[in-house]
């Protein structure tokens, strides 16, 4: 087996509120850059660890995490529409090594996932089939979270199932970094917005609109004071990347979800994607891992970091 490993942020508001022209160059050519490097290694698989943002998983069964056998892209924020090339039989024989490692994991067999996981899959492949994968959703977004270490383990477990193939493998983690994007929260919402944040799949297309709309409005305002949501955090988008370049990824066990929230945004939690990636990488061993691109980009709510890492 092969190995290779990138972490990205994704934004639905890449092209739809830009920063300016010259930062949207730097992130598109690292992007490229990402591309063609996954390009050259040519993945048999691709493991893409990835949030869901209440349109493939709601409150009426949260899981914490939830291997798909089959995925469709609902095409929220203009991304790509249709089914992933799920590999279906791997990612059963996935599922049952989880378990039987002592993981309570979710399985689903027709899944609908969002940008959160296409948005990166279509800029590191250019496509939603170029290769086969298996998605796994980590629960991200809707409270109340499990430990940083159960995520930690999980990857782990991800992990020792894939030093046993005989295949190159690229393992995606999207989302982060620090942000607080306009999600609602269940315990505060009113009825109407509780009941679709319990039971919302497939709505109209006004309905999603009108999602869209309100998610350009508050990047219009991001940063600005006036802006009710957590600001983006810089340093600890520093330090949160520094510690997965230690390697010392145990460290996550001791994250305070709260704290986290408080410091760098709600939807900081997406970076569980990333924990549980690089566990996968180093129950191969050590890694080496390299920062490729970080800034803290208000108009697109992310503290956007792309990091690469391979077996040192
Ligand atoms: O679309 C909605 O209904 C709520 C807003 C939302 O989900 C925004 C998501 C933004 C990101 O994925 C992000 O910044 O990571
Ligand atoms: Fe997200």
Redesign the pocket.
Known sequence: MSIQLKCL????LRGRNDPSADVVAEVDAVLAQSRAEVEAFDPELILVFAPD??NGLFYDLMPPFVVATAAESVG?YGTLTGNLSVDAELALELTKHLTDSDLDVSLSHRLQVD??CTQTLEEMTGSLTRYPVIPIIINSVAPPFVPYRRIRKLGEAVGNFLAGLNKRVLILGT?GLS?E???PLLADSPQEVQEFLICGRNPTPEGRAA??A??IAAGRIYGSELCQQTPLNAVWDEAFIELLQSGELEQVDDFDIQQISTEAGR?TH?VRTWVAAFAALAASGPYQARKDYYRPINEW??GYGVVSATPA
């Open positions: 942020s994704h934004t639905p943002h209440y929220d940008h959160g989302g942000h994007p306009p999600v999602r869209e309100r998610t939807s997406e709510i992310a």
